[in-house]
């Protein structure tokens, strides 16, 4: 009996989900880069090796899905505009364009006279000439650098390298099949301006609006979560339209609601599952059914690629160290880092259609495998120059303690506590006495609905005169975000929340989403406390 493609696309898509997660676990306790083992495995299965799984329209659509969702939460959870203004400067800035400029520049001459087309050579230099931030970030976290001067210039650097590769790499897309005058430069310069503000304005000052009145008004299951995936996938379709990646768009939806996800860790948690639990083995796995058959015509393509786009990072990297104040090795083997991003550019360059050939099949394989060999040998070094902190097990007091606290949930902690609540149209002294008498600093503030939707903070209502107390209600007041957690969730993660967050108050919420507690900072200090006198 013959198989239709969509009853093989389950079938396929259950095996690699499979593999790719063995695949990764393996390559994660051997502390190497985990994408690369998926990758092996789309290689060894699909047309490279076995050719057991092929792309049929089914995965190719799955495929394009996870390079969006991808981009998307690298948007959110990789780049921090804050953190990011903090670095910026002249010398900054001229450091990464000069950088990014030249490793282009190399590849792409290397890249031109393996595979004789500009157009080609210029889009495998773009990507190749980049840097990735989620695995740098990983690698930074490992070395106990994260919140270093020396990690944060590192970082700062890399993300500004990778919004630089995906402008280009949008500017090529656009212009590849046209005529190249000054006239097409200009307009397609000016169009991707405009997309890019849309996208921004739309991303940074609407979304979030329209996401907190779902919030707020809709009462039907994951309503937030939903429209939150159709606008990702609508602004893409608008893009496309454009002619902007859909792709780039979800990257900068992403970074514009990383407040949002921040204040909002059960849906941020409900993305990472979606993104990582699904979506990311598949699009890793994925990469490798592309590959051409390996031969070993592979192998000095390969090769070039490798030797040249490390090369290139590594001595610019060393020699702008100064520039950042960052150790020169350190700075050379930490801009060299990649596997995120990029990859994704790779397969839509590899899969564009529009009208001319961004890559050919034989030089993707090509430079999808020296990506993941620079990958590799980029993460070696850096930890050969920065070796990973061992973490001691902790000792017998702090394993009970951490057991004890595990052991308990939210809604445990919270049931043991006064709850401190406001409604959203209550007069604002009614709430702010409320605080005083409970002697919380903040309250977690409910619709109608006994939802929560925001947190007053009392040292904000100080300030303000008697009249504006008096005749003010608690949403004319400033606001924070709303911190949340489900009822379920361990005792042991509110801690680690607080500190993240910076508020003095948690919500802790039912399946509906509904209130059934809350949780002070201080509360958590006490419990904790108690637990090592007992």
Not at 128 to 135: R, T, Y
Not at 307 to 336: I, Q
Not at 445 to 458: E, F, G, K
Request: proline share 4%; charged share 15%.
């Amino acid at each position: 009996m013959a198989l239709t493609s969509e009853e093989l696309a389950l079938l396929y898509i259950g095996v690699l989900l499979v593999f790719a997660k063995l695949a990764e676990e393996a390559f994660r306790r051997l502390n190497l880069v985990p994408f690369v083992g998926a990758i092996i495995v789309g290689i060894v299965l699909g047309p490279g090796v076995l050719g057991f799984v092929s792309v049929i329209p089914t995965i190719s659509l799955f495929l394009s899905l996870g390079i969006n969702f991808l981009l998307f939460i690298s948007g959110a959870e990789e780049i921090n505009i804050s953190r990011m203004r903090e670095a910026f400067g002249v010398k900054t800035i001229v450091g990464v364009v000069a950088q990014y400029s030249v490793r282009v520049i190399i590849v792409s001459l290397a890249a031109y006279l393996l595979f004789h087309s500009y157009l080609q050579a210029i889009v495998a230099g773009s990507i190749i000439g980049m840097s990735s931030a989620g695995p740098l970030a990983r690698l930074l976290m490992d070395t106990g650098l994260t919140r270093s001067d020396e990690g944060s210039a590192i970082f700062t650097e890399v993300v500004l390298i990778e919004i630089s590769a995906v402008i280009l790499f949008a500017f090529l897309y656009d212009l590849a099949g046209k005529p190249i005058t000054p006239l097409s430069i200009a307009f397609i310069a000016a169009q991707l301006t405009l997309t890019v503000a849309a996208t921004v304005l739309f991303g940074r000052y609407l979304l979030p609006k329209i996401l907190e009145k779902v919030e707020s008004h809709i009462q039907a299951r994951e309503g937030v979560f939903a429209v939150m995936v159709a606008a990702i996938l609508i602004l893409g379709f608008a893009g496309q339209i454009v002619g902007f990646n859909s792709a780039i768009v979800a990257l900068f939806l992403g970074i514009f609601l990383r407040r949002f996800f921040e204040s909002r860790p059960v849906v941020s948690e409900k993305l990472q599952a979606f993104t990582y639990g699904f979506f990311e083995p598949l699009f890793f796995a994925g990469l490798g059914l592309y590959f051409v058959r390996i031969t070993l015509q592979l192998v000095p393509a390969t090769l070039t690629v490798f030797a040249v786009g490390l090369g290139s990072s590594v001595l610019l990297g060393f020699t702008l160290s100064k520039l950042y104040g960052v150790e020169p090795l350190r700075n050379a083997f930490g801009v060299s880092v990649k596997g995120g991003v990029d990859s994704a550019l790779l397969v839509t360059a590899l899969t564009a259609s529009i009208g001319v050939k961004l890559i050919n099949h034989f030089e993707y394989s090509a430079v999808a495998l020296g990506i993941a060999l620079i990958a590799l040998s980029a993460l070696l070094l850096f930890r050969l120059r920065t070796p990973i902190i061992s973490v001691k097990r902790p000792s017998g007091e702090k394993r009970i303690l951490r057991k004890q606290l595990e052991n308990l949930s939210a809604k445990e902690v919270a049931q043991t506590l006064p709850t401190v609540s406001a409604r959203i149209d209550e007069p604002l002294r009614e709430a702010a006495r409320r605080c005083w008498d409970q002697d919380a600093r903040g309250a977690v503030v409910v619709d109608q609905d006994n939802r929560p939707v925001a947190t007053l903070i009392l040292r904000d209502t100080i300030s303000m005169s008697e009249t504006e107390l008096d005749t003010l209600k608690v949403y004319e007041a400033p606001l924070a975000q709303a911190v949340i957690v489900p009822e379920h969730e361990p005792a042991l993660r509110l801690a680690a929340l607080f500190r993240e967050s910076g508020v003095p108050i948690i919500a802790v919420v039912d399946s509906e989403g509904k209130l059934v507690g809350t949780v002070l900072e201080r509360e958590i200090l006490r419990r904790i406390l108690k637990t090592i006198e007992e």
